[in-house]
C-alpha cells in the first residue's frame, strides 16, 4: 500500500521568506508526527498529532515553526522568516493508535535556506 | 526523560562476518525501544521493535536486537554482514510519546 509521502522533496528558498511542508499519512494513521534532521543535531522532534487531541508543540524549536492537521488526516508545517539554521530535512511519520505501534518515515523535504 | 545513547558513530565490518551496533538506553518505567535503518537520500525504515516479551527480537533483512534489562542495552545485530547493509542506523525509544532517536551509527561493510 501507499506509504508517508511528503513534498516538495527539496525546496530552496531565501532567508526571510516563508515555506510549507507537506505530509500525507497512510490511511488510518491518527498519529502523525514531524522530525528534523540536520547535521550535527541529529534527529529531533518537532510537533505531534494525536487524533482529534490538541498537538503537542514541545519540540518547536520558535515561534516561526508551526503546523496544522486537517480532517485528521494531511499535515502542513509551515515556517515563517526562515532562517539559514532551518536548513535540514523535514520528516513526516504516522502510525496507527497504540504506542507499541512502529512509526513509518516519508521520505523527507530537504530544505535549503540561502 | 528517555535517551538513547549510541556509542559509535562509525561502525566498520567484513562483508560476511557478524555484525554489531550498540544502543542502551535511560527510561522510567518499561522502555518500547525501536531500530531504523536510514538509506542515502531516504527517509527512515522501520527494522524492528521490543515491546514485551521474548529477549531476543527479530526483525527485517535479517536483523535482530537483544534488549538486556539489567546492562540497559539493546543492540543490534546480523550473523552475516552484506555490502547493502551499508547505512545509517538509529535507536529510539518511545511509545505514545515521540521518539527519542540516538545520535546514529554509520555502518560501513566492506567487500
Known amino acids: 500500500g501507499a506509504g508517508v509521502s511528503q513534498s516538495p522533496s527539496n525546496k530552496v528558498t531565501e532567508k526571510g521568506k516563508d515555506v510549507e511542508l507537506r505530509c500525507d499519512p497512510i490511511?488510518?494513521?491518527?498519529?502523525l508526527y514531524w522530525y528534523r534532521q540536520s547535521l550535527g543535531q541529529g534527529l529531533e522532534f518537532l510537533i505531534y498529532f494525536q487524533g482529534n487531541s490538541a498537538p503537542d508543540k514541545s519540540g518547536l524549536p520558535s515561534d516561526r515553526f508551526s503546523a496544522e492537521r486537517t480532517g485528521g488526516s494531511v499535515s502542513t508545517l509551515t515556517i515563517q522568516r526562515t532562517q539559514q539554521e532551518d536548513s535540514a530535512v523535514y520528516l513526516c511519520a504516522s502510525r496507527v493508535a497504540g504506542g507499541n505501534n512502529e512509526q513509518f518515515f516519508g521520505p523527507g523535504t530537504r530544505l535549503t535556506v540561502l | 526523560a528517555q535517551s538513547v545513547a549510541q556509542p559509535e558513530d562509525q561502525v566498520n565490518v567484513a562483508e560476511g562476518n557478524p555484525l554489531t551496533v550498540k544502543c542502551t538506553y535511560s527510561v522510567s518505567g518499561n522502555p518500547y525501544l525501536f531500530w531504523y535503518v536510514q538509506y542515502p537520500n531516504r527517509g527512515l525504515q522501520f527494522l524492528l521493535k521490543?515491546?514485551?516479551?521474548?529477549?531476543l527480537v527479530k526483525g527485517s533483512y535479517g536483523f535482530e536486537a537483544e534488549f538486556n534489562k539489567s546492562q540497559t542495552s539493546f543492540h543490534l545485530k546480523k550473523p552475516s554482514a552484506l555490502v547493502s547493509d551499508s547505512a545509517l542506523y538509529f535507536c529510539a525509544v518511545g511509545g505514545n510519546t515521540p521518539l527519542v532517536f540516538g545520535k546514529g551509527t554509520r555502518l560501513s561493510v566492506i567487500a
Open positions: 490511511s488510518g494513521h491518527t498519529a
Open positions: 521490543y515491546i514485551t516479551g521474548d529477549n
